[in-house]
């Protein structure tokens, strides 16, 4: 079962309730996506950190129900 992009932005939102975030759906699959995530809990962190807080905010569902998740996560300037 595929995801939408709502749903992804929701469940980034509730790890992350002050990121600004944009999902775009790359294949009109609801498997393949692009997401830029700005938050201010990604200061001072690496890209690889800011990218597993990301994943980790999916709960399990990356490899599964989400197949590929393009990121670009930073910190406001």
């Excluded at 992804?8 to 609801?30: C, F, H, N, Q, Y």
């Excluded at 830029?36 to 709960?59: D, I, K, M, N, P």
């Amino acid at each position: 079962m595929a995801m939408s992009a709502a749903e992804i932005e929701d469940m980034i939102k509730s790890a992350l309730p002050d990121a600004r975030i944009t999902v775009e759906d790359l294949a009109g699959d609801g498997e393949h996506y692009a997401a830029t995530v700005v938050s201010e809990q990604f200061r001072g962190l690496s890209r690889v950190r800011q990218h597993q807080l990301v994943y980790a905010a999916l709960q399990g569902r990356m490899g599964g129900v989400l197949h590929a998740l393009a990121l670009q996560t930073s910190a406001p300037e």
